[in-house]
């Protein structure tokens, strides 16, 4: 059976935009403005605080990872009081050095590595619709294997680490959803993942998103009637279920016009749509824009 949340990596399609190494020692407070985009924070040795507008404070330990999908302004600090420096992520880049925080002599106390992400894929607001503001992973063996690798990717700049990153920047990501669907997770696919029921529903629409799926048909799967079925998955989820539906179709013919480029005779059949023009109006009022318009539109981007 389709699994929905390795579906939307894939949609995703995440790699590395920058990475850089990050070290620290004495006192330091360091503040970054506004990013907007999907950032991530690893530590490789040593621990630090983090401070996330609108967020709570929390310490880093070795080994943590930190995913802020929409990345508003933040501070990172030492355990100890100090003046804070700015910093501007839109002017960072990924660079052979480290960037050192607080004295510059000596072996570093902290070190970790700081970048971001850029989705190839046709929506990305998608994994900010998915997450809670910041994601914080402790003690996850799995994930601190990940980390050890793409800190090795990092600093030995291997032939193919472009590849290996891309890769494991996606399982980071799997990781880091799989520690959300437990209840931390806004409303959304992930807290509906973790719900017994609903899963089972969320699998079949996703394994089978070209059937005309009604919500009694639903329901029956999820063993609930339609009335209970409706309500548990508007909470849960966030939308009525035929509304998450016509998403997460449009998620994949967006990414069809654009990526693949089929006709879009095909990507309505592929899509659940027993017409053209069923299909086109459906898309226009959830896009804005008619799906021949938008594949146009799209033409010459990243693929």
């Given at each position: ?161 472009e590849f290996m990153l891309s ?96 006709p879009i005779a095909e990507v ?36």
């Open positions: 059976m389709s699994d929905p949340l390795s579906d939307v990596v894939k949609l995703l399609q995440p790699r590395a935009v920058f990475a850089n190494l990050i070290s620290g020692k004495g006192h330091y407070a360091v503040r970054y403005s506004e990013y907007g985009r999907p950032s991530f924070c690893i530590m490789l040795a040593g621990r630090c605080l983090l401070a996330v507008d609108g967020h709570e404070e929390v310490t880093l330990n070795v080994g943590d990872f930190v995913l802020l999908p929409a990345t508003p302004a933040f501070t990172i600090s030492s355990l100890g009081p100090a003046p804070s420096i700015h910093i501007d992520p839109h002017a960072m880049a990924s660079g052979d050095g480290e960037l050192r925080y607080g004295e510059q002599g000596g072996e570093p106390e902290m070190r970790s590595l700081g970048g971001a992400f850029l989705f190839d894929c046709a929506d990305p607001k998608l994994i900010v619709s998915l997450l809670p503001g910041v994601v914080h992973v402790r003690d996850s063996v799995r994930l601190a294997q990940l980390v050890r690798m793409v800190g090795e990717e990092c600093m030995g700049q291997q032939p193919g680490s890769h494991l920047v996606g399982m980071m990501l799997i990781e880091g959803m799989r520690a959300t669907t437990a209840g931390s997770a806004p409303p959304g696919l992930l807290r509906g993942l973790g719900d017994e029921r609903l899963s089972t529903a969320l699998r079949q629409m996703h394994a089978h998103v070209d059937r005309p799926w009604t919500v009694e048909q639903l329901a029956n799967v999820a063993a609930l009637s339609r009335s209970a079925f409706f309500a548990r998955f508007s909470r849960i989820v966030g939308v009525a279920p035929m509304e998450y539906l016509v998403s997460w179709r449009m998620a994949i013919a967006k990414d069809l016009l654009r990526r693949e480029k089929l309505a059949e592929r899509v659940g749509y027993a017409s053209t023009s069923t299909f086109s109006t459906a898309f226009s009022r959830h896009v804005g824009q008619p799906p021949r318009q938008y594949a146009r539109s799209d033409q010459g981007r990243v693929g």
